[in-house]
């Protein structure tokens, strides 16, 4: 096994996707970053959730959020509904996994917020079903998600946003995911401060 060849090839597909991509996803990122200016500006904050590498991804975005990205302003609300794990576990163990998040934004969530849901395949149920919960609540949300879309691409309404990476590769689409979550932290600072 050559590995530097494997290597060379992870990069050259990385790279290859998120070119790829940029035309079909730059208007939808960029009507994401200003809708979540317009929950920030009217007192909503931003929920985000998702599994694995996905709920590694919903932390890192709350994180640039309610510190900084690159450039320095005030913190801006986000949670990420994937760090406490007293009640991750206590929904887990007396309801079930599937309503981990779904409980948590029907608690802490409000018409005036906005969810950021994660999933690379777009099935995860406990993500649909935080998705349902946003529904039930008023919120729109924001769907980070690849192969197609899946289930949550299905449940998603006209006012939502779908930023659907066109791969199939779990690694590639959270690769494109980081990407566009950089982006949207980009933009929205742009937004607020008046960056050129």
Do not use: W
């Amino acid at each position: 096994m050559d590995l530097i060849s494997r290597i060379s090839e992870n990069f050259s597909e990385s790279a290859h996707l998120k070119l790829q991509s940029m035309d079909a996803l730059a208007a939808p990122i960029a009507a994401a970053a200003e809708r979540m200016v317009r929950c920030l500006n009217q007192d909503g904050k931003i929920l985000a959730c998702g599994n694995g590498g996905s709920a590694a991804d919903a932390q890192h975005f709350s994180g640039e959020l309610l510190n900084r990205f690159e450039m320095e302003r005030p913190g801006l609300a986000a949670i990420a509904l994937t760090t406490d794990t007293s009640t991750l576990t206590s929904i887990a163990n007396d309801y079930d996994f599937e309503q981990v998040f779904a409980r948590q934004v029907r608690a802490l969530g409000n018409a005036k917020d906005l969810l950021l849901a994660i999933s690379t395949s777009g099935n995860s149920r406990n993500v649909v079903a935080a998705i349902q919960a946003a529904h039930e609540g008023g919120m729109d949300v924001i769907a980070l998600t690849g192969r197609g879309g899946g289930k949550t691409g299905e449940i998603l309404r006209p006012s939502d946003i779908h930023i659907c990476v066109p791969a199939t590769s779990t690694a590639r689409i959270q690769e494109v995911h980081l990407l566009t979550l950089h982006c949207l932290c980009d933009a929205i600072d742009c937004l607020l401060l008046g960056v050129e």
